[in-house]
Structures are given as structure tokens and as C-alpha cells.
């Protein structure tokens, strides 16, 4: 298995940044996909940003142009790097991976999550 760990959340005032960051361990061959997903009482999980391990992003219209997704493949590491954060950006942050296991199997991982709170 797969795990994932995020980190970097916390409360910021609008207008405000924050950098998240999630870490992958266990049994991996390899990573394809990472990305963040978001979640609101009430409401289901949404898509955020990608990216794939030759660098190609995807991005929520919701964040282009506040947010910036990166990854570093050697220590199996994504971040979100958060701009002019929006109260409606509040939020708990999920980190996903898409990959093989060392036995090559297709993994599908998601972090615990990790709430990010902006105030107005």
C-alpha cells in the first residue's frame, strides 16, 4: 500500500498564502499522477489540480491563476503553493496518487486530509 501524508495547512486571513505539501511511502514502483482534491460539509469532493510525472498540470478554474501545483519525483513529494486565498477556498485538503505498487499493481491513495481555513 501506498500512504500519503499532507502537511502545511492552518488558518490564514484572505488575501493570505499557504503551501501544502504531501509526502508518499510504502510499497511504490512508481507514481504517475498526484494531485489535490478539496471538501466542504456537506458538499463532495473536488477536483483541484494534477499533475502527471512529465510535468503536465490540470487545474480547477476555480484556482487558475491563485494556485501552483508542483512536484518533486525524487522524494515522491507534491505541494500546492496557495495565493490570494478566497474564504470559499476554506476547505479540508486531500492529497491523491495514482501509481503501481511494487508488485505492479494499480494503487489509487488518498491522504488523511488537512484543513485549510481562510477568514475574511
Known amino acids: 500500500q501506498v500512504q500519503l501524508v499532507e502537511s502545511g495547512g492552518g488558518l490564514v486571513q484572505a488575501g493570505g498564502s499557504l503551501r501544502l505539501s504531501c509526502v508518499a511511502s510504502g510499497n511504490i514502483y512508481i507514481i504517475n499522477d498526484m494531485g489535490w482534491y478539496r471538501q466542504t460539509p456537506g458538499k463532495q469532493r473536488e477536483f483541484v489540480a494534477t499533475?502527471?510525472?512529465?510535468?503536465?498540470?490540470n487545474y480547477a478554474d476555480s484556482v487558475k491563476g491563485r494556485f501552483a501545483i508542483s512536484r518533486d519525483n525524487d522524494k515522491n513529494t507534491v505541494y500546492l503553493q496557495m495565493n490570494n486565498l478566497k474564504p470559499e477556498d476554506t476547505a479540508v485538503y486531500y492529497c491523491n496518487s495514482v501509481g503501481l505498487d511494487s508488485d505492479f499493481r494499480g494503487e489509487r491513495a488518498w491522504g488523511q486530509g488537512i484543513l485549510v481555513t481562510v477568514s475574511s
Open positions: 499533475i502527471s510525472t512529465g510535468g503536465g498540470i
